[in-house]
């Protein structure tokens, strides 16, 4: 039963959105060659022994192979799988056949094709977005600390259940999502988070009754904001020193939230209340912003057998602030653009802490990691939530074909802009060289990955 739910819900997912991932991004590559007259000799899903094979009516051989963990397009011209080309082969293809071959294309035509594998990728994750937000809507669960963990940063720097986490280091965190990826990029403490706390103060008419600004004990009007993610709008407010309101304990920058109960949306609201119940006590909710500095080294993660130091806050969220948002059509599709968007600058910012020895290289993941990760969205969070992960998976496999490195098609993209600026090809000894470059990188990326996903799933499954 074990192995069968493994397959279920481990093997079965991974096949599932290798394929379709794959898949895309070739066809990028096969239709746009199409469209601009270069012959594809072979589609393939996946590398090594072929399984099933169909050739169409233009004489592309349409192929599923053993080994899932890619796939090509070759082109008329090329001498193998991996479209390295030489004049021997070239020379042998007749004069319609060389107005076919990629190598003998332009290179604006070359660059098109180049690119767009990548680009069909990021279209398929704003389309498993927009299809994601308008299906299901948007949904997820507010900043608010349900529970601050024992020992943890969050414990020491002074945050407290009930609080909500703004901003983590001046990047916004308006749910838990956001707020978990931002501690992530958060290399080095401390880091400052920023926060709202709610609280509440009594005034009465009697309070009132020496004071000039009798209408509003002293609070003047700051600024409205309107936080887009949770639709809500929030009044911040000035306190005149030495008012009733200064003296109950209110200061500028608290937020109003209701008086006596009633919400407030707008400073027009608080002072309509006012002056519509003259005689009454008041109590007035506000919430209050402060900033912590906070030590995520400090935490410790007693979930873990025998308990281990891990950058992380410490706090867990509440499901009394969980939100769904149903989208209309158009902004369905606006926020699938944006949630490409945010995961491909949230992932540069990660590359680049990297390349800058901030971030260690133990967060990069290979195939394993990808498999492992497929099956845990697929588990525990369904359909949406493995369709989420497909979506995460397609921006970074579209980015990092973009990355200049030679093999990848971000350095294919390389060498066709330097020709464009130079205005003649490169020697195929320099191509032949640069391309060995990049496949030792390649190859040393691929055996740091998987060293990580190994070291991963020991400690996952046997500490």
């Not at 397959?7 to 290798?18: A, D, G, K, T, W």
């Not at 004069?95 to 680009?119: D, H, N």
């Not at 609201?269 to 005689?279: G, H």
């Not at 020895?357 to 497929?374: P, V």
Request: aromatic letters at 10%.
């Amino acid at each position: 039963m074990v192995m069968i739910s493994n397959i279920l819900y481990y093997i079965l997912p991974f096949i599932i959105l290798l394929g379709i991932l794959v898949f895309v991004h070739e066809f990028g590559h096969f239709i746009v060659a199409r469209m601009l007259g270069v012959k594809v000799v072979a589609f393939s899903i996946g590398f090594g022994k072929e399984l099933w094979s169909r050739t169409d009516k233009k004489g592309t051989e349409w192929k599923i192979s053993a080994i899932p963990l890619g796939g090509y397009c070759q082109f008329l011209g090329d001498g193998d799988a991996s479209s390295s080309t030489t004049d021997k082969a070239l020379k042998k293809l007749t004069k319609t056949e060389k107005k076919q071959a990629f190598a003998l294309q332009s290179t604006w035509k070359k660059i098109f094709i180049v690119v767009a594998g990548p680009l069909f990728n990021y279209l398929l994750a704003v389309l498993l977005f927009f299809a994601l937000f308008w299906g299901y809507g948007r949904v997820g669960v507010l900043s608010y600390v349900g529970e601050v963990m024992p020992n943890s940063a969050a414990e020491k720097a002074g945050i407290q259940a009930g609080d909500r986490i703004v901003s983590l280091n001046g990047n916004p965190t308006p749910d838990f999502l956001t707020l978990i990826k931002e501690t992530d990029m958060a290399t080095v403490d401390p880091v400052a988070v920023k926060i709202e706390r709610k609280g509440s103060v009594k005034l009465s008419a009697a309070d009132m009754s020496d004071y000039l600004d009798a209408g509003t004990f002293g609070i003047s009007f700051a600024e409205t904001e309107i936080n887009e993610k949770s639709v809500e709008q929030t009044v911040a407010i000035r306190v005149v020193a030495d008012s009733p309101a200064h003296k109950a304990g209110l200061i500028d920058g608290d937020i109003l939230d209701a008086v006596n109960g009633v919400a407030v949306t707008s400073f027009d609201d608080f002072t309509r209340y006012i002056t519509a119940n003259p005689e009454k006590d008041y109590e007035i909710s506000y919430r209050r912003q402060m900033t912590y500095s906070a030590n995520l080294n400090d935490s410790i993660s007693e979930e873990v057998a025998g308990g281990i130091k891990r950058r992380m806050l410490g706090v867990r969220s509440s499901s009394d602030y969980n939100y769904a948002e149903k989208l209309e059509f158009a902004n369905a599709l606006q926020a699938g653009v944006k949630e490409t968007y945010d995961i491909t600058v949230m992932t540069l910012r990660g590359v680049w802490q990297m390349l800058t020895g901030r971030r260690g290289g133990k967060d990069i993941g290979g195939i394993i990691r990808i498999a492992e990760m497929s099956g845990d969205a697929s588990k525990q969070g369904g359909l949406s939530g493995f369709i989420y992960f497909m979506g995460l998976i397609s921006v970074n496999l579209g980015l990092i074909n973009l990355f200049p490195i030679p093999v990848l098609d971000g350095g294919n993209l390389v060498i066709y802009l330097i020709e464009t600026v130079i205005r003649r090809e490169l020697k195929p000894e320099v191509k032949d060289y640069i391309f060995k470059f990049g496949l030792c990188v390649l190859l040393a990326i691929m055996v740091l990955a998987t060293w990580n996903d190994i070291s991963h799933l020991i400690s996952r499954w046997f500490y």
